[in-house]
C-alpha cells in the first residue's frame, strides 16, 4: 500500500489490541494515518499502541472500551475528536468467538456476541457518523465481517449468524449515510494466521490441513493481507464503493467444495 494514502486521516480500530485489529491499525498507520487502538483490554491496547508508534513512527494513541456499551462508544469517539479534531476512520473489528455446539449455546453467550459484534459495530459507527456528519466532512467505516457469514461451520450458530447481521447492517448504513458522504463496507476474511487461531489449532479445535484443503490458494490468511484490504477501502481508491462485503478468503467462497479440491484436480486432469 501507498505510504501517503491515508496522511492527515485519523483513525478508529476497536479490538485492536491483537490480531487482525492490531494489522489494521500498523497498516493504517502506515498508510499515513493517526490511530486509535481501541480495545476491552485497556493495558494490552496501550501496549499495542506503543509498540506500533514506535514500529510505525506515526501517532498511534490508545483507549479502553467495552463497545457493547453505547455511552463508552460515543466517549471513545468524543475523546478522539477532542485530542485530533477529527475521526475519518472506523474499523469495527471487535468480536468475541464462541466455537460451541448449538444444543449447548446459551441464551448469554448469543447475547454477548451480538452485543459485541453487531450492536458494538452499530453504535461506534452511529457516533462516528454523528461527528463527520457535524463537521460536514467525509468518512469511511469497514466492518470485519467473516466468510462464515455465508459458509457456516460447526459450532457457529451465534458467530456465524452475528456476521450476517453485521453484513446487512453494512448495507443498511452504506445507503442510509452515502448522502453525508461517509461509505460504508466490509472486510470477510476466511480463516487468519492469528494467535488465537493458532492456539485453536494448537488445542485441536481446528485441523489446519483439513481446513486448507478447502482454500484455493491453500493457506491461512495472513493477518497483514486482510489489513491491506481494509486500507484500501478506507482511502479515496475506493471513493465509489460502499455497502460491499469484499471476502479476501483466497478463494474459499467461490469453491463449491462439494468434492476435496484435490479430488477435483484429479478428476480434471482425468
Ligand atoms: N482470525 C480469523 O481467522 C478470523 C476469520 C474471520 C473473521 N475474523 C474476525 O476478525 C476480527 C478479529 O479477529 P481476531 O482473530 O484478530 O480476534 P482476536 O480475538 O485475536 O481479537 C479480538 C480483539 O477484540 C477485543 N474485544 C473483545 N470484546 C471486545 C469489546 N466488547 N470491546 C472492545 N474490544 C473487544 C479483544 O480484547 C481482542 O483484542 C473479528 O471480528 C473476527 O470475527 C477473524
Known sequence: MAADLLTGK??????????????????LAEAG??????????????????????????????????VADAAQCRALLAGAVAQY????????????VVMKPALELDVAEWERIFSVGVYGAFACSQAFAQQVIARSS?????NISSI???QSAHGRAAYAASKAALDSMTRSLALEWAGHDIRVNA?????????????AIGEGKLEHDVIVQRIP???FAAPEEIADAVVFL??????????????????YTANGGWIPLHEQIEIERG
Open 138 to 142: 467525509t468518512g469511511a467505516i469497514v
Open 10 to 27: 485519523v483513525a478508529i480500530v476497536t479490538g485492536a489490541a491483537q490480531g487482525i485489529g492490531a494489522a489494521c491499525a500498523r497498516a
Open 148 to 150: 462464515t457469514a455465508q
Open 187 to 199: 472486510v470477510a476474511p476466511s480463516h487468519t494466521a492469528t494467535d488465537r487461531l493458532k492456539q
Open 85 to 96: 479534531g477529527r475521526v475519518d476512520i472506523l474499523v469495527n473489528c471487535a468480536a468475541v
Open 217 to 219: 490458494m491453500g493457506r
Open 234 to 251: 478506507c482511502s479515496d481508491r475506493a471513493r465509489f464503493i460502499t455497502g460491499q462485503v469484499l471476502a479476501v478468503d483466497g478463494g
Open 33 to 66: 494515518a493517526a490511530v486509535v487502538v481501541a480495545d476491552l483490554d485497556g493495558a494490552a491496547a496501550t501496549a499495542t499502541a506503543t509498540e506500533l508508534a514506535t514500529a510505525t513512527g506515526m501517532t498511534v494513541a490508545s483507549a479502553a472500551v467495552d
